[in-house]
């Protein structure tokens, strides 16, 4: 087999007041496969905010997107008439999650990935994560409901230790403020932010309990076999979606008891999935689609926003946005008129400015990463983003928003400084999962 290396173009249409973009390329593409890249490429779309990891996570998709192109046209697809695509929110970032990864799947995108019933958005891993946002209805002193919260941390239960504290789970109280005048609104919102116990694994790995089913699919590519899903196996992955999202909903009802233990009154106001299936089987990758308020979250110090969704993307974005010259050459205007989507947060961001980055390719899809940080030493390789986390950090609050105003995609709300998160004591804040 030959391998060639491929630099894919870096002409970045819409970077207003971004400089210095990286040069990102993947390399030791096998030449069958490249024109999938490209294919990939062109219906990738993307507001992901910054100059760095946002840059490089639609290249990351590109490898996963990619696959995905190949496998259904190996099964006779349609692509033209699917017309599939990939749009990445503010936060569009990297994935901690290695098998995530290494298919090459990033995090923060909508991803339509349906060929006429044969569905392949499994392979990005769903799992229906998500937030859930309360209100505490008692009215309490903020240095009596943070001393009950102190000792709240030492009731919660073995379900909650293993979602909190892990990764960017997370549970925590907020002072609601007017976002124009800062004003306090008296209000106390609580929001939790985990996945449930009831499937996940199920959702990660269908071979595991689909692989004899009909319609269970999967197609060998140059870079990593893709599953595709229709008919009988089609449906009970959808039943069992829907069965771990809604246990998700419940398990995120039970930590905010747990918190309160009956001593105060709280009322849930929305649950909002960021990690799963739409009804029409568009995949939310780390992306919130939802009519009504969602929370956004950001680095603990900067709390959280909360937005009404506006019907994004309008057509008055489309026609300004230099992408949207792509948008109407697939005639995807009806599709991406009736989004409504936001990002779900920060995601992860690098510490310093980027000079490079190689995605190198495998046989199981992105083999390795030769990231060239600009700073002295700041070469390195490694095979997923866990391994350097030294190096990352969270985007900040104020690049996100202000992508969200841009393309009009939802009116802020409320502003909600943190008054105190929730961990369990036995688990530790941004730990291993």
């Not at 040069?23 to 993307?46: C, G, L, Y």
């Not at 319609?215 to 076999?225: C, L, N, Q, R």
Request: with cysteine; proline share 5%; aromatic share 10%.
């Amino acid at each position: 087999m030959t391998i060639v290396t491929s630099k894919i173009s870096n002409k970045v249409e819409d970077r207003v007041g971004y400089q210095n973009l990286p040069e990102v390329f993947h390399s030791n593409v096998d030449p069958s496969f490249q024109r999938w890249i490209e294919m990939a490429k062109e219906r990738t779309f993307s507001l992901a905010a910054g100059n760095r990891i946002g840059h490089i996570a639609p290249k990351i998709m590109e490898i996963g997107f990619g696959k995905v192109l190949f496998a259904a046209d190996q099964m006779g697809a349609d692509i033209d008439q699917s017309n599939p695509f990939v749009i990445f929110a503010p936060d569009g970032t990297c994935s901690y999650n290695p098998i995530r990864t290494q298919r090459g799947f990033s995090y923060g995108a909508v991803l339509d990935f349906d060929f006429d019933g044969m569905m392949a958005t499994n392979n990005s891993m769903p799992n229906g994560c998500g937030f859930s946002l309360y209100e505490i209805t008692d009215e309490i002193p903020d240095a009596k409901l943070v001393n009950f919260l102190k000792d709240s941390q030492m009731r919660l239960g073995q379900d909650q230790l293993s979602q909190l504290g892990k990764g960017n789970h997370f549970a925590g109280v907020y002072i609601v403020r007017d976002p124009v005048t800062g004003e306090d609104t008296n209000k106390r919102f609580v929001v939790v932010h985990c996945s449930g116990h009831v499937g996940g694994h199920r959702l990660y790995h269908p071979d595991s309990w689909l692989s004899d089913t009909s319609g269970y699919i999967e197609v060998p590519t140059p870079h990593g076999s893709i599953t595709l899903l229709e008919g009988e196996a089609r449906r009970l992955y959808l039943e069992q979606y829907g069965e771990t999202d809604k246990a998700n909903s419940v398990n995120r009802d039970i930590t905010v008891d747990e918190i309160f233990d009956k001593k105060y009154e709280w009322n849930r106001i929305e649950e909002i999935t960021h990690q799963g299936l739409t009804k029409n089987s568009i995949h939310r990758i780390g992306t919130q689609i939802h009519k009504g308020l969602v929370p956004i979250a950001f680095n603990p110090e900067e709390g959280l926003i909360v937005v009404d969704t506006k019907q994004n993307l309008s057509r008055e974005f489309i026609d300004y946005w230099k992408q949207g010259e792509r948008i109407k050459q697939y005639g995807l205007e009806s599709k991406m008129t009736n989004l409504n989507f936001v990002p779900h947060g920060g995601g992860y961001e690098f510490r310093h400015p980027v000079k490079s980055m190689e995605i190198r390719l495998g046989p199981e899809g992105i083999h390795d990463f030769n990231l060239h940080l600009n700073i002295p030493d700041g070469n390195m390789s490694f095979t997923y983003f866990r391994e350097i986390r030294e190096w990352m950090t969270y985007r900040r609050k104020t690049p996100i928003i202000r992508e969200i105003a841009r393309a009009d995609l939802a009116e802020i709300v409320y502003d909600l400084p943190g008054l105190m998160q929730v961990y369990p004591l036995q688990s530790i804040p941004g730990g291993s999962h």
